[in-house]
């Protein structure tokens, strides 16, 4: 079964200091690769998406992410965290078959910077 | 920039009613999907309509239905409420397999 795994319920980390939030897949084929954060009772925000080519991506608020084929992994980071990216993150894959565009999620990973 | 537009924001329903709920895509947008996100839960896709046909199909209950409409809106029909239908409903739309990009959502609240 195609799935999304990310490991970390929770990460805390001190302002200032990089962050990193991590994703990996179980998908069949080379997916789209996607990074959302959800601010409390708001709706999912896109950050960046991995479609193909360089392997670290870069996004919105300062955010990157870094594609490992190997590892199947599509880790999120910032080099400095700021108190305003507390907030939760999910990683969603899009397989790359024909008919369906729909996404598969991970379980969300809620960050949390301290000042 | 103008965004997805989810109507209404918060809804309470009785057990065995129905709900109807509303979502208007970006403009120039043509592919609307549903997705329904459980307390502490990651969001489940539902389903999804391109060009104001069904495309795929998700973990939707048949007691659900949806569509879109000439004018790219869709509204999603619930009907014989359970509890377990409490949830945030997220709406996304997309042009094409582009990116998706979500609205506020719809808070269900099943009494």
């Known amino acids: 079964a195609q799935s999304v795994a990310q490991p970390e319920d929770q990460v805390n980390v001190a302002e200032g200091n990089p962050l990193t939030v991590k994703c990996t897949y179980s998908?069949?084929?080379?997916?789209?690769l996607f990074w959302y954060v959800q601010y409390p009772n708001r709706g999912l925000q896109f950050l960046l998406k991995?479609?193909?080519?360089?392997?670290l991506v870069k996004g919105s608020y300062g955010f990157e992410a870094e594609f490992n084929k190997s590892q199947t992994s599509f880790h999120l980071k910032k080099p400095s965290a700021l108190v305003s990216d507390s907030a939760l993150y999910f990683c969603?894959?899009?397989?790359?078959?024909?008919?369906?565009?729909?996404?598969?999620f991970g379980t969300g990973t809620r960050l949390k910077v301290l000042a | 920039a103008a965004g997805v537009i989810q109507s209404p924001r918060h809804l309470i329903k009785e057990k065995r009613e129905t709900a109807t709920l509303k979502c208007y895509p970006i403009?120039?947008?043509?592919?609307v999907y549903w997705y329904q996100q459980g307390p502490g839960q990651d969001p489940q896709f539902l389903i999804s309509?391109?060009?104001?046909?069904?495309?795929d199909k998700g973990s939707i209950p048949d007691r659900f239905s949806a569509q879109q409409f000439s004018d790219y809106h869709s509204e999603l029909n619930m009907s014989s409420l359970e509890l377990g239908d409490s949830a945030l409903y997220f709406c996304?739309?997309?042009?094409?397999?582009?990116?998706?990009?979500f609205g506020p959502g719809t808070r269900l609240t099943v009494l």
């Open positions: 998908v069949s084929g080379n997916p789209y």
């Open positions: 996304a739309s997309s042009l094409g397999s582009d990116t998706q990009y």
């Open positions: 991995y479609i193909t080519g360089d392997n």
């Open positions: 969603a894959v899009r397989p790359r078959t024909s008919g369906t565009y729909k996404y598969i």
């Open positions: 403009p120039r947008h043509d592919t």
């Open positions: 309509f391109y060009e104001k046909m069904q495309s």
